[in-house]
């Protein structure tokens, strides 16, 4: 099993910036991809920004140019930064993580969600 713990959320103001982050642990044997999904109330949770191992970057077109996703692969870490940030960007922010078992058979896992705020 794998445990992906959030952290970084927060109240921001418009124009403002956060920085989140989410640290796996357990029983990992090989992490293939992890990133940043999130869910705003009504609505269904949306992909953020992924990375992989050998550091491929995937970001939503809403986000792309104001949010950078980056790792430290040694701390089975994954980090978010995020500028800019507007009402829109308000939502639970999920930290997933696909990691490989010694037997090569990968599993999603989540974290519990991290609140992002964005208002004046």
């Known amino acids: 099993q794998v445990q992906l713990v959030e952290s970084g959320g927060g109240l921001v103001q418009p124009g403002g910036s956060l920085r989140l982050s989410c640290v796996a642990s357990g029983k990992i044997f090989h992490i293939t991809t992890m990133g940043w999904y999130r869910q705003a109330p009504g609505k269904q949770r949306e992909l953020v920004a992924t990375?992989?191992?050998?550091?491929?970057?995937n970001y939503a077109d809403s986000v792309n140019g104001r949010f950078t996703i980056s790792s430290d692969d040694a701390k089975n870490t994954v980090y978010l930064q995020m500028n800019s940030l507007k009402p829109e960007d308000a939502a639970v922010y999920y930290c997933?993580?696909?990691?490989?078992?010694?037997?090569?058979?990968?599993?999603?896992?989540w974290g519990q969600g991290t609140q992002v705020t964005v208002s004046s």
């Open positions: 990375i992989t191992r050998a550091g491929g970057r």
């Open positions: 997933n993580c696909n990691a490989e078992d010694v037997w090569r058979v990968g599993t999603d896992y």
